[in-house]
């Protein structure tokens, strides 16, 4: 069965510090991984996904992520954190019967 | 494009009301529609989710109930509110494997 784990349920960073979330999966196919974010009383917007192409994925807001098998990570980064980018986060997996098996999320402040 | 509404954005009912929040999907046939709640400083919770018309899967036991009587409409219902239903209510439509959510709706029992 599929699995999501998010390292760290708040992350502190300084505007225009690097960004980096923390996701691990564990999948017993290879897997399907996308990256969402929350804004305060809002929906989920997708910000990425992995589809077995490249490993290296670039989403919106210049967020990326990195697929490592090896490691079984999907970590979200971006360079330089915005104030704008203070948000929940969430990683998920694609499981079966068309689901998508979520983390806990990270909320994400950003320090002026 | 597709685009996915969800109504009313908040409510407020009181304890033993009825419930109903609907959720409909424009631009796109047969697809697979969910309803998720977050509680408080909680993730996301899969309730129900559906792959047609009439065909609706249950993942967790509770007070609520869907349905989806029209193939891009999905509703979720309850007959009785308790306080424990409280909480931000999300509907989302999938194509294949990325979920697209609405704006959802916050719910609170009083």
């Known amino acids: 069965a599929q699995s999501v784990t998010q390292l760290g349920s708040h992350v502190s960073v300084s505007e225009g510090a690097l960004v980096l979330l923390r996701c691990n999966y564990s999948?017993?196919?290879?897997?399907?991984l996308f990256w969402y974010v929350q804004y305060p009383n809002q929906g989920l917007q997708l910000l990425l996904k992995y589809t077995s192409a490249a490993t290296l994925v670039k989403g919106i807001n210049g967020f990326e992520a990195e697929f490592k098998k090896s490691e079984t990570s999907f970590h979200l980064t971006k360079p330089s954190a915005h104030m704008s980018d203070a948000a929940e986060y969430f990683c998920a997996v694609k499981g079966s019967n068309y689901q998508l098996i979520w983390g806990a999320g990270t909320k994400l402040i950003i320090k002026p | 494009s597709q685009t996915i509404h969800q109504w009313p954005a908040t409510l407020v009912q009181p304890v033993g009301s009825p419930l109903s929040l609907e959720c409909t999907v424009e631009g796109t046939s047969n697809p697979n529609l969910y309803w998720y709640r977050q509680a408080a400083g909680r993730g996301l919770q899969l309730l129900f989710y559906?792959?047609?018309?009439?065909?609706i899967s249950s993942e967790v036991p509770q007070n609520l109930s869907a349905s989806r009587p029209q193939d891009r409409q999905f509703i979720l219902s309850s007959k009785k509110l308790l306080l424990s239903d409280s909480g931000f209510y999300l509907c989302?439509?999938?194509?294949?494997?990325?979920?697209?959510f609405g704006q959802g709706t916050r719910l609170t029992v009083v």
């Open positions: 989302a439509w999938s194509p294949t494997a990325e979920a697209f």
């Open positions: 999948s017993s196919v290879p897997p399907y």
């Open positions: 559906s792959v047609g018309i009439g065909q």
